[in-house]
């Protein structure tokens, strides 16, 4: 089992940058796959990047690529999403997830998930 605990957000202008954080509990970190999604105000939850088990492979939904990046760290079992030229539609509370599948851009293809951490873009 993982658990995972989301850091990092907050209220920035828009053009900003955050860094959010995730952090896993756990010695099965590596065997995971793990996602961002967000959730904006009234709206799905929906897919923002994931990254592989092994960290080779990146993958990022249209409206964040080239603005965002995720990656992971094996040795302090952390998950991070680099966000930069962020506008008021980046405003969600965006949620860490860890699950089996490869390229997982449905809520149902991860097993576990975070508590959610605030993002706001003002503009």
């Known amino acids: 089992q993982v658990q995972l605990v989301e850091s990092g957000g907050g209220l920035v202008q828009a053009g900003g940058s955050l860094r959010l954080s995730c952090a896993a509990s756990?010695?099965?970190?590596?065997?995971?796959?793990m996602g961002w999604f967000r959730q904006p105000p009234g709206k799905e939850r929906e897919f923002v990047a994931d990254?592989?088990?092994?960290?080779?492979?990146?993958h990022y939904a249209n409206s964040v690529k080239g603005r965002f990046t995720i990656s992971r760290d094996y040795a302090k079992n952390m998950v991070y999403l680099q966000m930069n030229s962020l506008k008021p539609e980046d405003t969600a509370v965006y949620y860490c997830?860890?699950?089996?599948?490869?390229?997982?851009?449905?809520?149902?293809?991860?097993?576990?998930w975070g508590q959610g951490t605030q993002v706001t873009v003002s503009s």
């Open positions: 997830a860890a699950g089996l599948s490869t390229m997982a851009t449905k809520t149902y293809e991860y097993a576990y």
């Open positions: 990254i592989t088990r092994v960290g080779d492979t990146l």
């Open positions: 756990g010695r099965s970190f590596s065997m995971y796959a």
